[in-house]
């Protein structure tokens, strides 16, 4: 696997990140902010996606930069916070001008927790408002923050057997100045595995503290919780290379290997991975290059966030439980 730099996406050039939750009903919202803008692609292959301003990002489309982009807990309801983070660079005079008015480029994506805290209370506008307000340079801690708050892992065996998920990041440094960070909320249906020696790590935990097999569960067990809609990865790639959204997207796709080696199973029915690719520029590199690396990337921040989660809610995290495999 990569190694971390820095600890963290932070480690791109042009980026601030920050975060906002309500710590009692157990939700948050997180941001990315482009100072200049970045060049994005998407890619989504869950099954039950909640996304805003994805289509703006195919490559035909007229939109070449966006000013930010958010991740939410909520479901689609949280996807309100990103018209908070669109005020906030509104008042800053970011965006795209429209001629008559400066709009900025939010594309967001969701994960569905309201199994976890209150369903009533969901990340809005002025949370969204507020995580933008905090971001900043500044590291942050991974697992229970932000949109990571409300994340939780290997409800295939049943929510009572589920494990927190949250928040993870990583970064990789080349030579020649490359980097390739990325920030991800792993809120999973299925379990995590260590992509180094395929054993998992964190998934369904059993009243004996045991890590549950959740593929052999699916397979000797009539009954499975595939209840659609209700789980979710989604994440971001950023890199400083030279690239345009042709270029992004087909990051964004090969960024979704590292997904699949560490998330068992992923892009299920009812999962709606999504994962965006940005670069704010200033290196030149191949899209293979940064493609490959952000797949490793982004298997490294899928096991920071699980192994930095802690429990809450009742639900068992790896950080401070004892719930291993047999």
């Not at 916070?81 to 669109?86: D, F």
């Not at 994506?109 to 209150?118: C, E, H, S, W």
């Amino acid at each position: 696997m990569c190694k971390k730099t820095n600890g963290t996406i932070l480690d791109i050039p042009g980026i601030r990140v920050g975060h906002a939750e309500d710590k009692l009903k157990q939700t948050g919202c997180s941001v990315i902010i482009f100072d200049n803008g970045a060049v994005c692609g998407v890619d989504v292959r869950g099954a039950a996606p909640g996304t805003k301003e994805t289509e703006l990002l195919d490559p035909v489309n007229t939109v070449q930069k966006v000013n930010a982009v958010v991740l939410s807990g909520g479901s689609a309801f949280g996807l309100d916070s990103a018209s908070g983070v669109m005020r906030y660079l509104e008042e800053r005079k970011k965006g795209f001008d429209a001629g008559v008015a400066i709009v900025p480029i939010v594309p967001a994506a969701v994960i569905f927790d309201l199994n976890f805290g209150d369903p009533a209370v969901r990340p809005d506008a002025e949370m969204g408002y507020i995580a933008a307000q905090n971001a900043s340079t500044n590291s942050f801690p991974s697992g229970n923050i932000g949109a990571g708050v409300g994340a939780t892992i290997g409800k295939m065996g049943g929510f009572d057997k589920a494990m927190k998920g949250g928040l993870g990041t990583a970064s990789v440094k080349l030579p020649g100045g490359l980097i390739v960070g990325a920030m991800v909320v792993v809120n999973a249906v299925g379990e995590i595995r260590d992509p180094k020696n395929g054993k998992t790590i964190a998934g369904a935990c059993d009243e004996n503290g045991h890590i549950i097999d959740l593929i052999s569960y699916v397979i000797e067990n009539k009954d499975n919780n595939f209840t659609q809609g209700t789980n979710t990865t989604v994440g971001i790639i950023c890199c400083n290379a030279n690239m345009n959204k042709s270029q992004m997207k087909k990051v964004s796709q090969m960024a979704h290997d590292g997904l699949a080696r560490t998330i068992y199973p992923i892009h299920t029915m009812s999962d709606g991975d999504t994962i965006f690719a940005a670069t704010t520029g200033g290196v030149d590199s191949s899209v293979n290059i940064v493609g490959i690396v952000a797949a490793e990337v982004m298997a490294t921040a899928v096991l920071d966030a699980v192994t930095s989660a802690k429990s809450g809610f009742g639900v068992k995290g790896y950080a401070d439980s004892f719930c291993r495999p047999i």
